[in-house]
């Protein structure tokens, strides 16, 4: 009986792969036996109106694969050294278990890519209200150019050779005298590790400080990424809810004691609340006492208006428990992909090593170019810029939601941060507003989206720092539009704001 195979001519597969692939399957499959004799290349060829090149080159393939073996005499025939574990009845096929922290990752990551886009550009910038995105519009495009041509003209062998798993050290040392300077924090170059991003610094920092099965606090709501970095890490994790001081430290007290406290004390993510000094001291007084490590995310501590920066958590802390973590994705450009941690002594080799077996070290040239950025004086001539710009941005938010959404939406000015939370009635479904903002072309993502136990006053967490006036006034209109559609279903509608 002639071996048909279901071949596609019209295909942009060559018909050489395709007669490869069906085979491959019929042996996997069982429908061809261990042992069973091919037909002729000349045979086959003819049956499948091929030419006999086409048969010649699968054959080699799998032969190739240990799929068919020739024999002298009695032509081409299934190898008869097939694991039984390859051969699949039916055609299925069994697959290995996923381990209960990859379930916990998937299932994280969808909650992640569930969200609107956070990076969407509409016209040049952030598509309203993106959180988290920066004024892209604002960048000395023009200057980075220059000082990239420069860097590129005295560019030695160093340059191409790899680098140092902790970083490019001019960068080290810009980086440790900015933040002395104007984040307070207590470090010298060694302390500084350049990483990928502050979510690399995190994932970092997961691995060195815990084992599988450790305790991790985090806030609640808080960052998701913090979240997916920690169970990466193996941590089984506790939310710590939030008050008007920051993480709630009479709520922790009754827990069980954790490994890893992570917290955003500058501007805590999403609610905007500051730690005030009194608990900052009392947390750190706590994990010094208690032998356990704070991770702090100072993720967006150069946008504050109303005052100079606050002194970091960081610089408090005499007692080596807290573990600084810095990016410049939101004061400069994401795709940089630069950040750095600040590492108490005891522990910087154990980060260098992690980070050298993670993926070696950040790319050499963009840490140069960002050398010569801050020494030359253009990062903190940007910063004063940018500051200057964001908080306009947010009082033009503010404004157009008085505006517009008065008895729908109660928007607050803050004095830091790049996003606010706009707040609905206490009996509203903001995963709702959140999709109907989206079906309008605004991204308004849901305060419960980064609750893990604790589901307080729903909300809309609004960016502003990426998004000219004229844009955030046209989407507050359409975000007006949306929150007051008489198309939202019945029972589901948003709620007027008390």
């Known amino acids: 009986?002639?071996?048909?195979?279901?071949?596609?001519?019209?295909?942009?597969?060559?018909?050489?792969?395709?007669?490869?692939?069906?085979?491959?399957?019929?042996?996997?499959?069982?429908?061809?036996?261990?042992?069973?004799?091919?037909?002729?290349?000349?045979?086959?060829?003819?049956?499948?109106?091929?030419?006999?090149?086409?048969?010649?080159?699968?054959?080699?393939?799998?032969?190739?694969?240990?799929?068919?073996?020739?024999?002298?005499?009695?032509?081409?025939?299934?190898?008869?050294?097939?694991?039984?574990?390859?051969?699949?009845?039916?055609?299925?096929?069994?697959?290995?278990?996923?381990?209960?922290?990859?379930?916990?990752?998937?299932?994280?990551?969808?909650?992640?890519?569930?969200?609107?886009?956070?990076?969407?550009?509409?016209?040049?910038?952030?598509?309203?209200?993106?959180?988290?995105?920066?004024?892209?519009?604002?960048?000395?495009?023009?200057?980075?150019?220059?000082?990239?041509?420069?860097?590129?003209?005295?560019?030695?062998?160093?340059?191409?050779?790899?680098?140092?798993?902790?970083?490019?050290?001019?960068?080290?040392?810009?980086?440790?005298?900015?933040?002395?300077?104007?984040?307070?924090?207590?470090?010298?170059?060694?302390?500084?590790?350049?990483?990928?991003?502050?979510?690399?610094?995190?994932?970092?920092?997961?691995?060195?400080?815990?084992?599988?099965?450790?305790?991790?606090?985090?806030?609640?709501?808080?960052?998701?990424?913090?979240?997916?970095?920690?169970?990466?890490?193996?941590?089984?994790?506790?939310?710590?809810?939030?008050?008007?001081?920051?993480?709630?430290?009479?709520?922790?007290?009754?827990?069980?004691?954790?490994?890893?406290?992570?917290?955003?004390?500058?501007?805590?993510?999403?609610?905007?609340?500051?730690?005030?000094?009194?608990?900052?001291?009392?947390?750190l007084e706590w994990a010094h006492a208690s032998g356990v490590r704070i991770i702090e995310d100072d993720y967006d501590s150069e946008f504050r208006y109303g005052s100079r920066p606050l002194a970091s958590l960081q610089g408090l802390d005499d007692r080596d428990v807290v573990i600084y973590v810095g990016s410049f994705s939101k004061v400069l450009f994401p795709s940089l992909r630069l950040g750095y941690l600040v590492v108490p002594p005891p522990l910087v080799d154990a980060v260098v090593n992690a980070r050298r077996y993670a993926d070696g070290h950040a790319p050499i040239f963009p840490q140069a170019v960002l050398a010569d950025f801050m020494s030359q004086g253009h990062f903190d001539r940007y910063l004063r810029r940018i500051r200057t710009v964001a908080g306009e941005r947010q009082q033009a938010l503010v404004e157009a939601c008085h505006r517009e959404l008065d008895g729908v939406l109660e928007v607050r000015p803050a004095e830091a941060g790049m996003h606010l939370v706009g707040w609905l009635a206490p009996n509203a479904d903001d995963e709702h507003a959140s999709r109907l903002a989206a079906d309008h072309g605004v991204d308004a993502i849901a305060l419960s989206t980064f609750s893990l136990r604790r589901r307080g006053r729903p909300g809309l967490v609004l960016g502003y720092a990426g998004i000219p006036e004229p844009a955030i006034r046209d989407g507050v209109r359409l975000l007006a539009l949306a929150l007051t559609t008489k198309h939202a279903r019945p029972g589901r509608r948003v709620a007027a704001a008390r």
């Open 1 to 283: 009986m002639p071996l048909m195979l279901d071949l596609d001519p019209a295909s942009s597969e060559p018909l050489h792969h395709q007669v490869y692939g069906r085979l491959r399957e019929a042996i996997l499959s069982g429908k061809l036996a261990v042992g069973s004799r091919l037909p002729s290349t000349r045979v086959l060829a003819a049956d499948l109106d091929v030419s006999r090149n086409t048969i010649l080159a699968a054959f080699a393939q799998l032969t190739a694969e240990g799929y068919l073996e020739g024999r002298v005499g009695s032509g081409t025939r299934v190898s008869t050294s097939l694991p039984d574990a390859m051969l699949r009845a039916g055609g299925t096929a069994s697959r290995p278990r996923s381990r209960a922290r990859g379930r916990l990752l998937s299932r994280r990551g969808t909650s992640i890519t569930a969200l609107p886009s956070w990076i969407s550009k509409v016209g040049g910038h952030g598509r309203p209200f993106a959180p988290g995105v920066t004024a892209f519009d604002q960048f000395p495009v023009e200057v980075w150019g220059r000082l990239i041509a420069r860097r590129w003209k005295r560019a030695g062998p160093w340059l191409f050779d790899y680098g140092d798993p902790a970083g490019y050290r001019p960068l080290r040392e810009a980086i440790a005298a900015y933040l002395e300077t104007a984040r307070g924090v207590r470090c010298v170059a060694d302390q500084v590790i350049v990483v990928s991003g502050s979510q690399q610094a995190l994932d970092l920092a997961g691995r060195v400080l815990l084992d599988p099965g450790d305790t991790a606090w985090i806030e609640d709501p808080g960052y998701v990424g913090a979240r997916g970095a920690l169970v990466a890490a193996g941590a089984r994790l506790t939310p710590v809810p939030i008050d008007d001081e920051g993480l709630d430290f009479n709520a922790a007290a009754r827990l069980r004691t954790p490994r890893l406290v992570y917290t955003t004390p500058s501007y805590q993510f999403p609610l905007g609340v500051t730690m005030t000094l009194a608990r900052r001291l009392a947390w």
